[in-house]
């Protein structure tokens, strides 16, 4: 029987998102790694977004060993991430209306690319406005998101729209409204949250999909290796050379 602490219900909570990913999210998933195969097919580029702690999963599938080399993250001064003094201005940042097109018009994007914008609410200024921008710019988006927060909240958008509204496949990480997993007597507001871990599950099996489909189209995939292994930084070395088109890292 599992010990009833506080890490094992976490835990338990945690795997219960990832089993609810495994058994509903598999239709989408594919759909997702047919879009991301078939951009690497045609020449395409491919980015992530995310702002705040949605920028984590973003970042997790850039020039990671094991992952594409062609995967960049499109950064957004000063959303990306939590560094020291600028995690509130990222938050400040994310409601900015204009932003996201600025950012866009700065980056080696064009028609053709495919954007994964990651944002648990979807409901902000920002992730909204780069996937519907990105969309008027010829880009294949897919958005990483929580159809609970959809539902459930008002969009912080003039347009009224989520994310899941300016997307071509959304992957949903079911996560709840509030982003916390657990409840105590001892503590006032719900606490322990999920969406980072279910979040990054939902990319890196969205980037294994989308290798396994690259290689069935008889391309070899540009699979990344651990620098940590022999001869990896030189396998890697000679990705880079041949895509350096497509990686702006």
Do not use: W
């Not at 506080?6 to 219960?16: E, K, M, N, T």
């Not at 879009?35 to 992530?48: E, S, Y």
């Amino acid at each position: 029987m599992t010990e009833d602490t506080p890490a094992a219900r976490f835990l338990d909570a945690a795997v219960g998102l990832l089993q609810r990913v495994h058994e509903e999210e598999q239709e989408n998933l594919g759909a997702a790694a047919s879009l991301v195969a078939g951009t690497v097919a045609a020449g395409g580029r491919l980015f992530a977004f995310g702002a705040g702690h949605s920028s984590l999963p973003a970042q997790d599938v850039v020039y990671r060993a094991g992952g594409l080399a062609l995967m960049n993250l499109l950064a957004v001064p000063g959303a990306t991430g939590v560094g020291a003094g600028s995690a509130t201005l990222g938050s400040a940042l994310e409601r900015v209306s204009g932003l996201a097109a600025a950012v866009l018009a700065a980056a080696p994007v064009r028609a053709g690319d495919l954007l994964v914008v990651v944002s648990l609410s979807g409901r902000n200024a920002l992730p909204v406005e780069t996937a519907l921008t990105a969309r008027s710019l010829g880009l294949t988006v897919i958005g990483v998101t929580s159809r609970a927060y959809a539902d459930g909240t008002a969009s912080r958008h003039h347009t009224g729209t989520h994310l899941v509204d300016h997307c071509d496949v959304v992957l949903d990480s079911k996560i709840a409204v509030g982003d916390a997993e657990l409840r105590d007597d001892g503590i006032d507001v719900p606490f322990a949250p999920a969406s980072t871990v279910v979040t990054s599950a939902l990319m890196q099996a969205l980037m294994a999909s989308a290798a396994v489909d690259i290689a069935a189209r008889g391309i070899t995939p540009p699979v990344l290796s651990s620098g940590n292994v022999d001869g990896g930084h030189e396998r890697n070395g000679t990705l880079m050379a041949e895509h350096a088109d497509r990686i702006f890292y």
